[in-house]
């Protein structure tokens, strides 16, 4: 069952830090909802991920789905 | 207060001050329209002719091939509005190009955008699998957010085989941008030799197919309406801009080097713009992770460092730096360094020694 993190209306780098701290309390393989309508999430995400080793998948404009694999 | 970084252009560093004493005395001149005849117009011409013979010596062109812009802004825009074909041959241009060129594909029935690696640099291949005949490709020699140099001897390699047009935008190269053997139009801006704002530099390769897409009556490559004493101090600027380059380039280049290892070195998860080998020698992009640009930005202010961002939160737009997001860098946490040639060694030791406590001060928060 995915957490979700609505970060709805949070301006960057807001919804990257609250991503990079719930995903840091998180078990290897747990899933996050990340709701973000900021435009710079999207890039982040893609950069984050590079850089911390987990994994994302895009779900909608707005919705991204990360799993913990680091 | 030590102010050793600027922002999107270098030339937010102040102009040379030689240049700034020729501008001035060329303002208390007064100087009448040089298209006049009186004795001030013909002095005013016959130094105005010496500017531009200086400008197009010191950025190795032939005399003939520049004309002075007052709105340099539009120079890349009409150089590749011009371009034979523009509006329905296809227009090509690199993911990283400033907006105002990106902008130009609103005008066109049919456009490429050419993806950049991680590093920067142009894809080849997908440029040459691109391109055909009647194309029209605008790129970067470097990006002045990044510093990222594009491989242009390469490109201009890819557009000869197929006879297109190339327009190269060297406003962030400046006096360094080494120009390769074929091109069609260039863009320079004084602004990148310590220059005044408000004169850009438009040169068409003699023999290059172009024509002046703004309204006009007689054959003209351009309106010819910018100011005589901003032209005189940006020659002059060039002037003294390469001879303090050939004294510090080494030095600059080395203060880069030293600021991109210590970062690597002291402060995790950080993405550097770029590899040492293909970025100007005085421009370093850095984004942390986690960390809010417009803090940073002024912790760093508060130390007396004055650094730009390309982060969404500390720029007036919305949406995040499309050079950062087209390499597929970090967006937020950014800050650009731009050296100038008067930056003291201590500034750089001082800014290093900062830093780290500062990166982990705006992560804990």
Partial sequence: MAFELDCRGKRCPLPIIELSKKIKESELGQEVLLISDDPATAADLTAWARMTGNEFKVISADNFLITKSN | MGIITAGKYEGQHPIHPKARQILLDAFDQGWADPTQISSQGRQAQALLDQARESIAKSLGLKVDEIELWGEPELISPIAIWGAPGFGVSPFIYGATERSEIIGMRGKSKQFFEISVDIDGAIDLELLTQTLQPNSIVAIQSANIETGVIQNIKAIAKAVVAQNAHLHIDATASGARFVKPSYWSTLHFDARSWNGPSGVGVFALKNGARWSNPLPHTRPTRAPNSFSIPLALAAASALEHWIADEAANSTRLKSLIERVRNHVKQTISDVDIAG???????????????????????????????????????????????????????????????????????????????????????????
């Fill in chain 2, 275 to 365: 590899n040492a080998e293909s970025t100007l020698p005085n421009i370093i992009s850095l984004s942390f992770l986690n960390v809010s640009s417009e803090q940073l930005v002024a912790e760093l202010e508060i130390e007396g460092f004055s650094v730009a961002s390309g982060s969404a939160c500390v720029a007036s737009a919305l949406e995040p730096s499309h050079v950062l997001k087209a390499m597929g860098l970090l967006t937020h946490g950014n800050m650009r360094i731009n050296l100038n040639h008067d930056v003291q060694d201590g500034e750089i030791t001082k800014l290093l020694a900062l830093l780290p406590g500062i990166i982990s001060k705006l992560r804990e928060n």
